[in-house]
């Protein structure tokens, strides 16, 4: 009987195990091999560092990624300042029908593609859209005003984008909260500040920091928004991957490329857990 | 023995699916090939006459190296880059296999255009390449609001502040090279004199970056971009101009005074192509005259097919005599072969414009 379950155990497993091997592990493995050569002559290849010195080395590479970074960083905060509100209005606030209302209202605009939701952002920001005739139309400007092709209309996109990811975490670890708790709170002489500060928030921490790794890792990540967004100076550590790969046939330098995001935004989210007293395990619980 | 089990499954399946993909590719033709240049009309003839399946994937030059390095040059029958991207890809990556040109109608070709291809793409004596579609790259400009400018560094004047749009490509590092009254092709075996040639059209495009509205990626993009006015003067192909120009008279393609960019795609074999048969039949059934009179309505280009220009469409030959009177057409600088490597002095160039302030 227990020897049955546990090949039950197994067998469940198994999928998990496979995807995890053959889709993370081994491609990663071959990219490090890919990341540590060198095209010495048409096809001939030598053992060496020199991708990695290359990024250290040539500032543009490094102040990519520098850029992304703090961009993503920036996002980051943004999503969190403009969902944690919006999460408290869901999770505290309302009850029963409208509750359900207002999430489903989060999610909709995931039910299209990101592709879609960028070209919505584009159709808005242009030259000719909606936005500067609008503006042109109620006489507030006099000519038309480009609002695309710069970095404050990546970050607006980056924060729609991320938007969801943030607001259901904080949902789950709001709802958690005993109302109680809070009654309690202003029982005892707390105003809405010192409740906020001293009993909601540390409540949410594990929620905020969950939410904030999935938006920084997404944010980090992405392709698309930076691409079709951002202006003449826009570069983007993924988008310089995807040219070493693509156009530039230069796998080696693209393979270590990837292998460095991997390892430093690894590290910047551990530096996040630090700093927030949390660990991995408990964010995750949430 | 669970190890064994495993392994014994795990073989089955991939054999499985080996058996199942080929049976379904036994007569069919998959081609990797640019938007436009295999209709769905001229693919259901095809299937008509012969009775093969051809399955189109699009791509560009570099996704189809790219596709092909990844794989080792197999998942697909027939490729169709550039000529001046065959030789340096298969040097490196060797992902292409000889053509057999007898089993080639060569008297269907024009005969300057199969013989040059063959000479560019010739490499340790095996050719590579037939040629299919020509065209050029040079300036589409809404010739009512940006009337003066004729070259690829006009491109910079400072009057078009904001209206203007290119690639941040190696056509916009060649073209300005031109217009700054360098020859880049003649640099191109010499990679000192070749970087430094860049590091001049570098300065150049750095110089020129406050004008820019936006580096555009997709050919799509640009065409809205100059429909709608927010750009009037750009560097695109050809095709793109033409296809504006019937919908409104004052953007169309202007061959640069310095030469428009000629390049001509290829048919070329990947080096594990399963159905090569299949690829020849293809190449010698679409250079029919009339077929390629097809091709070109919906690829917007002109072929490499001998008499097609009879059956071609009116407005198409106007606009191309419009756009190339009988000088521009004799400064068409034709890429040749780019060695392998050079591609590695350019994206560096590509990256520090797009990274200036």
Redesign the interface.
């Known amino acids: 009987m227990k020897a049955q379950s546990r090949l039950f155990f197994y067998l469940l497993l198994t999928p998990f195990f496979l995807w995890l091997l053959l889709l993370v592990i081994l491609p990663h493995i071959d990219m490090l091999g890919i990341a540590l050569r060198e095209q010495t002559a048409p096809r001939q290849y030598a053992f060496s560092f020199s991708n990695f010195s290359e990024f250290f080395k040539e500032p543009l590479y490094w102040r990519t990624f520098l850029r992304t970074a703090i961009m993503s960083i920036v996002a980051t905060a943004l999503t969190l300042l403009i969902a944690f509100p919006v999460s408290y209005y869901i999770a505290k606030m309302l009850r029963g029908r409208s509750k359900s209302l207002l999430f489903l209202l989060c999610l909709i605009p995931f039910w299209v593609s990101e592709l879609v939701r960028t070209y919505g952002w584009m159709i808005l920001l242009r030259e000719t859209g909606v936005i500067s005739n609008a503006l042109q139309w109620l006489g507030l400007v006099s000519g038309p005003v480009e609002l695309l092709y710069n970095d404050a209309a990546i970050m607006v996109g980056l924060v729609y984008t991320s938007m969801l990811f943030m607001v259901v975490p904080l949902v789950t670890v709001l709802e958690s909260l005993s109302d109680d708790i809070i009654e309690a709170s202003y029982d005892l002489g707390g105003n809405m500040w010192t409740t906020m500060k001293n009993i909601v928030i540390p409540h949410a921490m594990p929620g905020i920091v969950s939410g904030c790794i999935i938006v920084f890792m997404m944010t980090l990540g992405n392709y698309l928004t930076p691409n079709l967004l951002g202006g003449k100076d826009s570069l983007w550590f993924t988008e310089q991957i995807y040219t070493q790969f693509i156009t530039r046939f230069n796998w080696e330098l693209g393979s270590a490329f990837g292998i460095l995001l991997l390892l430093l935004s690894s590290l910047i989210v551990w530096l996040g857990l630090k700093l927030t007293k949390q660990t991995l395990t408990s964010t995750m619980a949430s | 023995m669970k190890n064994f089990k495993l392994k014994k499954l795990l073989l089955s399946s991939l054999v499985g699916a080996a058996l199942f993909s080929s049976a379904l590719s036994a007569e069919e033709l998959r081609l990797l090939t640019w938007g436009g240049y295999a209709p769905d009309d001229v693919i259901e003839l095809f299937k008509k006459e012969t009775g093969i399946d051809v399955k189109v994937t699009k791509s560009n030059n570099?996704?189809m190296?790219?596709k092909l390095?990844a794989t080792g040059g197999s998942g697909f029958d027939l490729v169709q880059p550039s000529q001046d991207r065959v030789t340096g890809?298969q040097?490196?990556?060797?992902i292409y296999k000889p053509m057999d040109l007898s089993k080639i109608k060569a008297e269907s070709f024009i005969a300057s255009m199969l013989e040059a291809t063959k000479t560019n793409t010739t490499l340790n004596g095996d050719v590579y390449s037939v040629p299919h579609i020509w065209g050029t790259s040079g300036l589409v400009v809404n010739t009512a609001a940006a009337k003066d400018v004729k070259d690829y560094t006009d491109l910079c004047s400072a009057d078009l502040s904001?209206k203007v749009s290119y690639r941040l490509?190696r056509p916009t590092l060649i073209g300005f090279a031109f217009a700054m009254g360098e020859d880049p092709f003649a640099a191109y075996s010499d990679v000192e004199k070749y970087t430094e040639l860049m590091s001049k059209v570098e300065a150049k495009l750095v110089e020129c970056?406050p004008v820019?509205?936006?580096?555009w990626?997709g050919g799509d993009a640009l065409l809205n971009l100059l429909r709608?006015?927010?750009v009037t003067a750009s560097m695109a192909w050809d095709t793109g101009g033409w296809k504006l120009n019937k919908e409104n008279k004052d953007i169309t393609f202007v061959a640069p005074t310095s030469g428009a960019l000629g390049w001509i795609d290829t048919f070329t074999l990947p080096r594990k192509t399963k159905n090569e048969e299949a690829a020849y039949k293809w190449i010698n059934f679409v250079m029919q005259p009339e077929i390629a009179a097809q091709i070109t309505a919906s690829a917007g280009n002109f072929t490499a097919s001998e008499g097609a220009d009879a059956f071609a469409d009116d407005v198409l030959k106007a606009q191309f005599q419009a756009s190339f009177p009988k000088e521009a057409l004799d400064n068409v600088k034709w890429y040749p072969p780019v060695p392998?490597g050079l591609?590695?002095i350019e994206?560096?160039v590509l990256?520090?414009v797009?990274?200036?302030?």
């Open positions: 570099e996704d190296i790219s390095r890809a040097e490196n990556y060797d904001g490509k970056k820019v509205k936006t580096y990626t709608s006015g927010e392998a591609e590695a994206g560096k990256d520090r797009k990274a200036a302030k």
